[in-house]
């Protein structure tokens, strides 16, 4: 198959949940990017927000919407993204992920780190929607290596996603609807990052931990960084890379998003 019959791949920079509701720069851009790439078959999310210690994969035919964050105005709550699931599709993932175990999931549904992304860029919830989790007893290079074996999904018009943030220190976070300048740290960790990407050096990006005290900083527990390893995992040889999004939230989040294709 042609590069160009290839479905993208996009890595979600998602942030604050406030944007469901609140018209911003990233929430605008992601209904943008909804709206130019070819419309999905399926939609595979690998979310922050599904950090467990096995991988798993839902498997329902409808996913219930997951409100698991806190603290946030009445109407965020009342938000429903009621997409199908697809039974038949996780049933695929489990085979291509062999013979990593992965089994199917009929209670998590949909966490905000997928529907937040996908009510701005799929407001129709008429896809067909699956996640994937996010293993946390193992380590960056086996998210890598699994990412890859997803592969084949590009070619039957699933969307595969990574929800996170490159730059994802909730401590150093500025809460407001105020601008405020970004770390110095966290500028510079995703710059080598985005080196990296530029270099075709996809595989090392599973050593961010070597990067020195600006990836400490910028990634200080792994949950956030990671989906973007099954994103880039997926690059095809010299496949075109853009920044669709891209700046910083509360100055230690950064909202970049990726795409391949």
């Known amino acids: 198959m042609k590069k160009t019959d290839l479905m993208p791949v996009m890595f979600f920079g998602h942030g604050n949940p406030m944007n469901v509701i609140i018209n911003n720069k990233y929430s605008l851009a992601w209904e943008k990017i909804g709206r130019e790439i070819p419309k999905p078959k399926a939609i595979l999310s690998v979310s922050a927000h599904w950090y467990v210690p096995y991988v798993m994969v839902t498997a329902m035919e409808q996913p219930p919407t997951i409100h698991d964050f806190g603290g946030f105005p009445k109407k965020l709550y009342d938000k429903d993204y009621p997409t199908p699931g697809s039974p038949e599709l996780a049933k695929k993932i489990i085979k291509l992920l062999s013979p990593v175990k992965c089994s199917p999931d009929s209670d998590w549904g949909i966490d ?32 890598f290596e699994l990412g890859k074996k997803l592969a084949p999904l590009r070619e039957e018009g699933v969307l595969i996603i990574g929800s996170g943030n490159v730059v994802h220190n909730l401590h150093a976070f500025a809460w407001g609807e105020h601008e405020v ?24 990006l599973a050593d961010y931990l070597k990067m020195g005290d600006d990836a400490l900083m910028s990634v200080p527990t792994p949950d956030h960084y990671l989906p973007l390893l099954y994103v880039m995992a997926l690059r095809q040889k010299n496949e075109p890379v853009t920044y669709p999004v891209e700046g910083f939230d509360g100055g230690s989040i950064s909202m970049l998003s990726v795409k391949l294709g």
Do not use: M, Y
């Open 181 to 204: 300048k970004p770390f110095d740290w966290g500028v510079r960790f995703e710059k080598q990052i985005k080196e990296l990407i530029k270099n075709n050096k996809e595989s090392e």
């Open 112 to 143: 905000h780190g997928t529907w937040s992304v996908l009510c701005r860029a799929f407001p129709k919830a008429d896809i067909p929607v699956v996640q994937l989790s996010i293993d946390a007893s193992k380590p960056a290079k086996f998210h």
